[in-house]
């Protein structure tokens, strides 16, 4: 059974950075990928940055190209999302998530695996 745990959210002020974990048991999906979504109250649970298990490739939605970065350390179980540059507007509920197939990695349909969340406040 896979289970994942995110931790490291918390209050930051603008252009400030948090780096959330994300601790991973039982994925054992080689064909799949990981990923971080967030969501809003009142908003739609949104694709955020991706890591396919096969080839390691990475992608990031265009909100955060240039400012997060996704990365796992295998060896620790553990999936990244490194957030520099903060803004208000990256303030969301943030989930780790995978999936046993890598056809719909960038939206939130395509993960059959989740977290319970971290919150991320930006906030001057």
């Known amino acids: 059974q896979v289970q994942l745990l995110e931790s490291g959210g918390g209050s930051v002020q603008p252009g400030g950075s948090l780096r959330l974990s994300c601790a991973v048991s039982?994925?054992?999906?080689?064909?799949?990928?990981m990923g971080w979504l967030r969501q809003t109250p009142g908003q739609e649970r949104e694709w955020v940055a991706v890591?396919?298990?096969?080839?390691?490739?990475?992608y990031y939605a265009d909100s955060v190209k240039g400012r997060f970065t996704i990365s796992q350390d295998n060896a620790k179980n553990t999936l990244y999302l490194q957030m520099n540059s903060l803004r208000p507007e990256d303030t969301a509920m943030y989930y780790c998530?995978?999936?046993?197939?890598?056809?719909?990695?960038?939206?939130?349909?395509?993960?059959?695996?989740w977290g319970q969340g971290t919150q991320v406040t930006v906030s001057s």
């Open positions: 998530a995978a999936a046993s197939s890598n056809l719909r990695c960038m939206t939130r349909s395509g993960y059959n695996y």
């Open positions: 890591i396919y298990s096969r080839t390691g490739s990475r």
């Open positions: 039982g994925y054992t999906y080689s064909t799949g990928c």
